[in-house]
């Protein structure tokens, strides 16, 4: 029985690729046979261009000329990136460079069961080559196989009466649907889906698993220092991160969502491979993100963090953070003088481990299910 997995496993997103990663290392561990399902259709490579024609067309002079120079100063560091990204595929997702299914044609014919999610998989687009909902993450066309969602998300939930029909009818053909989300399944509940809360696929491995896997290295560093993942630009989190830095001496290493042509400090961290992040994460002292991937490893790694600076797109942080029972470490403020406790994972770690077993379970179980009707 083959069993496909499909996400946004090719975005320069460390995130994204580490969600997808853990899904299948995960299920081949315990003895399924996986596979990432190399759908990318033409959009998603256009996002992550390095010099996208449509969205420079569509700029202003002045800004046009902003594109082009930041294209130029930026290029070598993206480039290192893409290539960091891509590497890793190699290694650990067994994917070539060259995209398999750019089309939803012949996936179908290729697994018995696909896995669909996580990430914001069911997100809403408004992009300048593609607009709304690409269904094929909710099964379109794709109809000689048996459907599960893991983990999946909408983000910010602004479809329409029709698209949300739409929704309605295509997870209707869905046997397991497993979700990320308190707000997305609410939405469901009102719908009449029958859906359940799970952690993201992170969590299905644990720190150990983590450093095994991908070879990380934990060390006892002399120089501790600050790891400030920016995913969400915010003035607000930037702050704070400056006044913790002071507060404790320490210096602060970055990495944010994408290169930042006119930024050359040695200490932002542009080029950084998935590993390379995971192994900024499990060796700070204290991490501060506007991320919720940048949250989830801080809990799975055991870090002191704090969070902030996400505006309305908090719905899946707060979540997560409502689960593992630490609503604290998300910040209003930036003023020091309010700062949590530090976490006493001692104290949480039966509740969460008591949600990882959960999302675990549910996954084999919704798969053995399959195998047991054929």
């Known amino acids: 029985m083959r069993i496909g997995i499909l996400t946004f496993h090719r975005s320069i997103n460390y995130g994204a690729v580490l969600q997808a990663t853990a899904t299948y290392k995960f299920l081949n561990q315990n003895g399924y046979k996986a596979e990432i399902i190399d759908y990318w259709p033409e959009y998603h490579s256009n996002m992550y261009d390095q010099f996208n024609i ?5 700029l202003k002079f002045t800004k046009k000329l ?51 999610g996580s990430d914001q998989i069911w997100r809403k687009y408004e992009l300048n080559d593609f607009k ?19 983990a999946a998300s909408m983000g910010i939930i602004n479809s329409s009466e029709t698209e949300l029909n739409k929704i309605k009818k295509l997870l209707s053909q869905f046997s397991t649907i497993l979700l990320r989300e308190n707000d997305l399944c609410n939405l469901f509940q009102q719908l009449g889906i029958n859906s359940k809360i799970v952690l ?54 970055t990495i944010k969502r994408s ?66 029972n630490l609503q604290n470490r998300y910040l209003t403020s930036t003023d ?3 700062l949590p406790a530090d976490v006493d994972y001692d104290s949480i770690y039966n509740n969460l481990c008591d949600q990882i077993k959960f999302g675990r379970d549910e996954l084999i179980k919704s798969i053995n299910q399959v195998k047991n009707v054929n």
């Open 54 to 58: 449509k969205t420079y067309k569509n």
């Open 132 to 150: 709304g909902h690409d269904y094929t993450y909710m099964g379109e066309n794709l109809d000689n196989c048996t459907k599960i969602a893991f």
């Open 200 to 253: 993201d696929p992170v969590f299905l491995l644990n720190k150990l698993d983590w450093i095994k896997a991908l070879d990380l290295k934990q060390e006892e560093t002399s120089k501790p220092y600050i790891f400030y993942y920016e995913v969400l630009e915010s003035k607000e989190a930037q702050q704070f991160t400056k006044k913790l830095s002071k507060k404790y001496g320490l210096k602060i290493i």
């Open 66 to 116: 902003k594109y082009i120079i930041s294209f130029i100063l930026g290029y070598r560091r993206d480039k290192k990136r893409k290539n960091a990204f891509q590497f890793f595929l190699n290694k650990h997702l067994g994917l070539n460079n060259t995209v398999k299914f750019k089309k939803t044609s012949s996936i179908k014919d290729n697994y018995n069961i696909i896995i669909f």
């Open 336 to 338: 020091l003088t309010f």
């Open 259 to 324: 290169v930042h042509a006119l930024d050359f400090s040695l200490n932002h961290k542009q080029s950084a491979s998935p590993t390379e992040f995971l192994n900024y994460l499990l060796n700070a002292k204290y991490i501060v993100t506007t991320s919720f991937h940048g949250t989830a490893f801080s809990i799975i790694f055991q870090k002191q963090f704090f969070v902030l600076g996400l505006g309305n797109h908090d719905s899946r942080v707060k979540t997560l953070l409502y689960n593992s």
